[in-house]
């Protein structure tokens, strides 16, 4: 009778959409998975995390792991044009740059899509109010020990693993074991946020003029270019308005491990201000109409030389800090989560070091190359010195300077590793 393999143990710290990713990805390759999250419960809404634009490749792992793959189109919104244009702040008027019919990607509510994930798996996978504290590796190298406190006792348990998987963010503290000189890169500008929901006045001037403005919310990722400034706004499902503004201003104290600011009442009045002074009034509108406008301070990192150390990895942005330019935050981690489990299943627990360097030779060259497209595409638009370039104006740039504003130009953009050929056919 042929002996059975050994089932492996995956322990992963963080629950947000890049740990249960992972958990889809591993339990599909047969792993145990335990997640650990400090968050006491699963979150019915997040502001800090507002809206999102998924990739097609990113749709279809995603549908490969939901019972109902459907339910990702009931969830979402085509973002099928994406758009660049400039606003002249002065004259209140707006031209489009460049225009990108073939966008094809999805856009969809953070909590939305955490839920999706959820509610797909076992429901003991995720342990609720589990705060991540420490971990070893056995002198063997054959496994992880992970220390976490239950927030609600105080009780610390041990729980023990074949692979401990940090997903715990640009933050975090698992990375920083390995990599403790490691330095977030600040970069020159901060993001005001926001989500108006329109769902009971959708009739009203607000919207109405919004519309008529910009014909083609709904189905368009809309990039404003001011003077040395940009937004992003684009619908999400059941009538909701996201924008993201980039200021640029010198970078700010943050307390406590959060890249999300505390804002003041006057700083949102002054932020609506100078928001009157830079878009169009339809636009203008939107934000000062929106409930909890929230204030991120955006980091990347240099890309990384390694993302494994022995039988611990990183996924998402504990990976791959990256600014938001690209819409590649999430939809990398949905990739590495993916590409991770069909390593882990091609060559099984007892070949973890092959499966885990396989998993780093297929993401390095493509993550890194992915965030500093990324950082270019940022400090672009946002009027800022690039190495081969001078700023750039949108009043007067040329064609083909406005062409490098579009999201088709991120590389990889298209391409799907081999070891994931068979789910994406």
């Not at 003077?227 to 924008?243: A, C, G, P, Q």
């Not at 039988?311 to 791959?320: E, K, Q, R, S």
């Not at 007892?350 to 396989?358: D, F, P, V």
Request: proline content about 5%.
């Amino acid at each position: 009778m042929k002996e059975e393999k050994r089932k492996g143990k995956a322990v992963v710290v963080g629950g947000s959409i890049a740990g249960l990713s992972c958990a889809h990805a591993l339990i599909a390759a047969g792993w145990e998975v335990v997640v650990l999250e400090k968050t006491s419960s699963p979150p019915t809404g997040c502001a800090t995390g507002a809206g999102l634009g998924i990739d097609p490749l990113a749709q279809k792992l995603l549908q490969s792991w939901l019972k109902q793959p459907k339910i990702l189109d009931l969830t979402t919104l085509p973002l099928t044009i994406d758009q660049n244009q400039v606003t002249d702040g002065g004259k209140k008027i707006n031209r489009m740059l460049t225009r990108d019919e073939d966008f094809n990607f999805k856009a969809v509510y953070w909590s939305d899509l955490h839920s999706l994930l959820y509610k797909a798996l076992p429901p003991e996978i995720v342990r609720w109010g589990h705060a991540f504290l420490s971990f070893s590796i056995s002198d063997g190298k054959t496994c992880a020990r992970v220390k976490s406190k239950i927030l609600q006792t105080g009780d610390v348990i041990e729980v023990v693993g074949d692979l401990l998987i940090a997903a715990d963010g640009c933050l975090s503290s698992i990375r920083q074991s390995f990599l403790p000189d490691l330095k977030l890169r600040y970069s020159g500008y901060c993001a005001w946020r926001g989500v108006l929901n329109f769902s009971d006045n959708e009739n009203s001037e607000t919207i109405l003029g919004l519309k008529k403005a910009f014909p083609d919310l709904g189905k368009c990722l809309y990039f404003d270019l001011g003077s040395k400034t940009h937004i992003v706004f684009y619908e999400l499902l059941n009538k909701r308005i996201n924008w993201i503004w980039y200021v640029n201003q010198p970078e700010p104290q943050l307390k406590g491990n959060s890249v999300t600011m505390k804002v003041s009442d006057v700083m949102i009045e002054n932020m609506h201000e100078a928001a009157d002074r830079v878009w169009l009034p339809e636009l203008v509108n939107v934000i000062r109409e929106t409930k909890e406008p929230f204030l991120n301070v955006i980091y990347d990192s240099e890309p990384l030389d390694q993302i494994v150390w022995d039988n611990v990895v990183l996924i998402g942005d504990a990976a791959h800090p990256t600014t938001p330019h690209g819409l590649r935050s999430t939809n990398m981690s949905i990739l590495d989560a993916a590409v991770l489990g069909k390593c882990l299943g091609k060559w099984g627990v007892e070949n973890l070091n092959s499966a885990l360097q396989e998993y780093q030779s297929t993401r390095l060259p493509v993550i890194s190359q992915q965030v500093l497209f990324s950082r270019r595409l940022g400090r672009i638009k946002q009027g800022l010195v690039v190495p081969d370039r001078g700023p750039f104006d949108p009043i007067i740039a040329s064609q083909e300077e406005c062409e490098e504003l579009q999201q088709k130009n991120m590389p990889f953009l298209s391409d799907v590793p081999s070891i994931l050929s068979n789910v994406v056919k």
